[in-house]
């Protein structure tokens, strides 16, 4: 994970008003490729441990990450205070939710089918920036959550496998994600990005506690704790991209560029686990990649004329 004390600190300053385009790009490269290292660490530790026992290694890993962070950067120590508890605790709790139905989704579904249902979070996340943090509503904005949603039917082409419980929970999940990012857009201006991370897994490590078996460590072989590094990882450092990629862009901006996760995940599905690799998958996500194309677009035009 990258040190710098301008990317962890610093939160005392206030949101750009307009968006940083490439930077957001790099940000969420690395958002994307962290939380298919996540799905694919759940898939193999999903038969040994339950939800919640996952959801520690995540948190206390997550920690442990942050610690030898701050233990080679110092000052970063000072970033820690605590600020907007309450606005903590909506974040980190709605987003505890959604953890548990998408990391059961994860085990039981294909991995394709579970985040295309999860990308109708930036329908609900377009809205909620709106309405909660005054953000403009282009044309263009507004282009890309139409076609994300047509791209997302088109790969579910709704059937008896889209109305399964876990299907159902990942709907779920796409509200609760939406909801912890437009919270981590209320935190930015006062909170810096490792603050944020710090207590999203200490207050989610109270919230897992009654449903683990404290000796669950034991029951991990020796290679399957490569897969428990992969998760705590991949969750610390997706979480880092993404606070800093909402950062420099709107939330609005931001979330759709998720939408790339799913022609990756279903290439891992396919080589990792056998999964079918559905023409139709690459169809919707063609369709929502032109979206994202003609907002990226129309935003950095907007940058280039001073956000008018």
Known sequence: MPVEAGALGEPEQPPPKTSNVPAAIVWM???????????I???????????????????VGGLAILFVVMAVQPSLFSFLVLRKPFVHLVRNGTHFIANICWTNAVIVLPLAT???IEFLMPVWAGLLAVLLLGERFTMSRAG?????FLGVLVILRPGIEAFQP?????????????ASNIATKKLIPVQSTIAIIFWMNVMQIGMVLPGIDLAFPARLASHQWLWAFGLAFGGAFAHYCLTNALRVADAIVVIPLDFIRIPL????GWMFYGERVDVLVFVGAGIIVSGIIWNLRAEMRRTDHGGT
């Open 29 to 39: 490269i690395g958002t994307l490729l962290s939380f298919s290292l996540m799905a």
């Open 41 to 59: 660490s759940i898939r193999q530790l999903g038969g040994i441990l339950n939800l919640f026992e996952l959801l520690m290694v995540r948190a």
């Open 114 to 116: 579970v985040f295309a």
């Open 144 to 148: 890309t959550i139409v076609l994300g």
């Open 166 to 178: 876990a299907a159902l929970g990942v709907l779920v999940a796409s509200f609760g994600y939406a």
């Open 265 to 268: 995940i279903a290439f891992v």
